[in-house]
């Protein structure tokens, strides 16, 4: 069982940055790939980016490619979003998952296991 509790959300304006993060209770959390996805009121929950257990590849929607940065630190248990140059558009909560696979398009995967989310809001 792995249970994720994401953190570090809040109220920014557009171009600032934040930095998300996942802690993760498990007991071997680099046997599991990391996503983050969001879901804006009135939408559907969209892929954000994702990382293998290794941390050796990173993937991207294209929304947020050269703005998020995704990585992991397998000694803490913890995944992170770094997100920068931030648009009213990223208003969402944002969730984090986690799942064994790593697929060639991790935005398919049927994760696991998913945190509670936090918000983040994104001021003009």
């Known amino acids: 069982q792995v249970q994720l509790v994401e953190s570090g959300g809040g109220l920014v304006q557009a171009g600032a940055s934040l930095r998300l993060s996942c802690a993760a209770s498990?007991?071997?959390?680099?046997?599991?790939?990391m996503a983050w996805f969001r879901q804006a009121p009135g939408k559907e929950r969209e892929f954000v980016a994702a990382?293998?257990?290794?941390?050796?590849?990173?993937y991207y929607a294209d929304s947020v490619k050269g703005r998020f940065t995704i990585s992991r630190d397998n000694a803490r248990n913890t995944a992170y979003l770094q997100m920068n140059s931030l648009k009213p558009e990223d208003t969402a909560v944002y969730y984090c998952?986690?799942?064994?696979?790593?697929?060639?398009?991790?935005?398919?995967?049927?994760?696991?296991?998913w945190g509670q989310g936090t918000q983040v809001t994104v001021s003009t």
């Open positions: 498990v007991r071997t959390f680099s046997d599991y790939a």
């Open positions: 990382i293998p257990w290794s941390g050796s590849s990173t």
């Open positions: 998952a986690a799942d064994r696979y790593w697929s060639s398009n991790p935005a398919l995967t049927k994760y696991a296991y």
